[in-house]
């Protein structure tokens, strides 16, 4: 596997596998990389003949107080995992090569509407930074396709949309949530947690799957939600948001069959989200 740093460095590197008529899957991450990480190099090396995966802690998606300076960096681990999983490329450049004007005087891709609420409610600018970094990503690498993890559901939903807005000639590919054995989504922010949060966050999916349990059965959803989030609080939790909503993030109306629990909670400084898809009854 190459590690690149430089732009004219991949674009002359991607050139090569486009003129030889390859497909190209692009894996964008923010490094410390986990298993679910390698399962979208999995869903990645299934459907195209070369894989790119990207690490860029990216400034512009974390906010004043978010942990920027915090988020784990570990480039050389990182690296060995992409290449036992079978990724070709990796794309690993400065904030100075992404963004060489500095953040304020970054253009940005905003996308409106499905990154109202949820994490965008508690997270002002955050979507813009991703939509941002990912559709720069996607003109730099021009990919066949791209896999995202579905934990991240509403990042995917606000990149499904800018692509659809855009018009990028991009799949996206979303890649089922990979969990631990007692249920913790893998997220790289699980290593902040000490030893005792560590045992009280598997009850953010326990309490997600008790709720689905109760919506697919035709129980009203606002009372569930709100013993969830009691629930979330006895355990230990300083939930930030528990809702339900369609699976395309809209309203839940009398029609609406497919839907989706998410929720995001605070275990001490440790911001932690989750989602489950369920269908609700007729
Ligand atoms: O999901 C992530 O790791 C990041 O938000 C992404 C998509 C790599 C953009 O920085």
Redesign the pocket.
């Known amino acids: 596997m190459r590690t690149l740093r430089e732009i004219p460095a991949l674009r002359e590197a991607l050139g090569d596998a486009r003129r030889r008529g390859e497909r190209i899957a692009l894996v964008?991450?923010?490094g410390n990389l986990h298993d679910g990480h390698l399962a979208l190099v999995a869903a990645a090396r299934e459907r195209a003949e070369v894989v790119i995966a990207?690490i860029?802690v990216?400034p512009l998606?974390f906010g004043a107080g978010e942990d920027l300076e915090a988020y784990p960096r570990t480039l050389e681990e990182d690296q060995a995992r992409l290449e036992a999983a079978g990724c070709d490329l990796l794309f690993a450049p400065d904030t100075t090569t992404v963004y060489p004007r500095g953040l304020a005087a970054q253009t940005r891709i905003v996308v409106p509407e499905v990154t109202d609420g949820l994490c965008g409610a508690s997270r002002p600018g955050h979507f813009d930074?991703?939509s941002t970094?990912?559709g720069m990503l996607f003109n730099l690498v021009q990919p066949d396709l791209a896999c995202?993890?579905e934990k991240?559901y509403q990042?995917l939903a606000v990149?499904r949309r800018m692509v659809a807005d855009l018009h990028f000639p991009i799949e996206i590919v979303g890649v089922p949530i990979v969990r631990a054995e007692d249920g913790l989504a893998l997220s790289s922010r699980n290593g902040y947690l000490s030893p005792e949060q560590r045992a009280i966050a598997p009850r953010l999916y326990a309490t997600l799957c008790e709720l689905r349990e109760g919506l697919e059965s035709g129980s009203a959803p606002s009372a569930l939600l709100e013993q969830g989030r009691t629930r979330l609080e006895a355990a230990g939790f300083e939930p930030d948001y528990l809702e339900l909503r369609a699976a395309d993030l809209g309203p839940v109306t009398t029609v609406t069959r497919e839907a989706v629990l998410l929720a995001a909670a605070r275990l001490g400084t440790t911001r932690l989200i989750d989602n489950l898809t369920l269908t609700l009854p007729r």
């Open positions: 964008p991450t923010m990207t860029f990216n998606q930074g991703v970094v990912v995202f993890g991240d990042q990149i």
